[in-house]
């Protein structure tokens, strides 16, 4: 029989699985017992909602309500208030009184079935125009105040709600919860930063002040000491080398190094090394090969050259030997295709002045394995 492998990847972790930061956990919760609103920032990938989903079996510990609504794929409010509801189902005592008390007969029961026998509900045709979608999320929200308990309200992708074309009324309809739910306090997450700053920064934003923005932390040495002793656990060798060439590679995304690992530990090797992870990491750069063509397929020709210019060259971008090397007409070229790259979401638009930073580590590894 094979043994479990010690590394999972691909959704959020908990348990032996999830490498903690204690401090980290410690001091958002700190900032929420004190009803302090916290904006968390990491890059996709990077355990935000591994964290959230820490920080809510300490918070359940004591007794609060820890609702987690994912926002990440909404494209309306109809959509929005669906996951909503979908993330209060949980709550079976608590979504019984919202259901008998707001929602009433504008839910109807559909015919799915959690494993645990929970039967799902979904709003009535009669209620779902735009006007009876807003009061509702209006009144399921207002009803939290009904709960005799600390409710943290998290919201994953948070950034998402500014993204509807609805002229800011969700984001101006959360602030304002934000304001009069006086037992609640929210945790948002995000992962394009330039927008959370602007959310917090701009004086015609509703979320102008509102919360405390912070950022995920790296990990520390000690996450390296983690990853070989999950590898010992499966009898494998490992030492720090070859784990921090690993980081170093993938920014130390915990979902790619848990899916760099997981290939490793499935091959029965007796040890890791160098030759290992990059074997690793073709592997898992080959799985996303599609998407990444059509990505690299999509982008103009000066695009493409700047791709590979930014995944090759450290420094000294704007050199006129890099720019003759990579078939660049001028360096005003280079910067604007540059520019369309960080719109595009492809280049991390907020790194040090005269660094370039790729938003997807694998990606950044692909664009170089055909340099």
Request: hydrophobic share 40%.
């Amino acid at each position: 029989m094979a043994s479990t492998n010690p590394f999972r990847y691909g959704s959020p972790v908990e348990g032996e699985y999830y490498f903690p930061l204690p401090q980290f956990n410690k001091n958002i919760r700190s900032y929420l017992d004190n009803r302090i609103h916290v904006v968390l920032y990491g890059p996709r990938r990077f355990g935000k909602t591994s964290l959230i989903l820490d920080i809510a079996k300490e918070e359940e510990k004591e007794s609060a309500v820890f609702i987690l609504i994912d926002v990440y794929n909404i494209t309306s409010h109809w959509d929005f208030l669906q996951q909503l509801l979908r993330s209060l189902r949980p709550k079976q005592t608590w979504f019984k009184k919202l259901k008998d008390k707001v929602l009433g007969t504008k839910l109807i029961p559909t015919a799915d079935v959690d494993p645990v026998g929970q039967i799902s509900f979904s709003l009535h045709p009669d209620f779902r125009s735009e006007k009876d979608v807003k009061e509702l999320i209006q009144d399921t929200f207002a009803s939290f105040n009904d709960l005799d308990a600390k409710v943290i309200i998290a919201i994953d992708e948070f950034q998402k709600i500014f993204q509807l074309n609805d002229s800011g009324w969700l984001a101006t309809t959360m602030r304002t919860q934000m304001q009069g739910l006086k037992n609640c306090v929210f945790l948002f997450s995000g992962s394009q930063k330039s927008v959370l700053a602007d959310m917090l920064n701009n004086q015609n934003s509703p979320f102008y002040k509102s919360c405390m923005i912070l950022d995920m932390p790296n990990p520390g040495d000690d996450f390296t000491d983690w990853i070989i002793s999950r590898f010992k656990k499966a009898g494998i060798k490992c030492a720090g080398q070859p784990i921090n060439e690993l980081r170093k590679l993938v920014y130390d995304t915990p979902n790619y190094i848990q899916q760099a690992c997981y290939h490793i530990s499935s091959q029965n090797v007796e040890k890791v090394d160098l030759a290992e992870i990059r074997s690793a990491l073709r592997t898992i750069v080959s799985q996303s090969a599609f998407s990444f063509e059509s990505l690299h397929n999509s982008l103009t020709l000066f695009q493409q050259r700047a791709l590979r210019l930014c995944a090759n060259e450290e420094k000294a971008l704007f050199s006129k030997e890099f720019i003759d090397k990579y078939q660049i007409p001028s360096a005003p070229t280079l910067a604007t295709s540059i520019k369309s790259l960080k719109l595009r979401g492809l280049l991390d638009p907020t790194p040090n002045p005269g660094q370039v930073k790729f938003e997807d580590p694998l990606f950044k590894l692909w664009i170089k394995s055909f340099s």
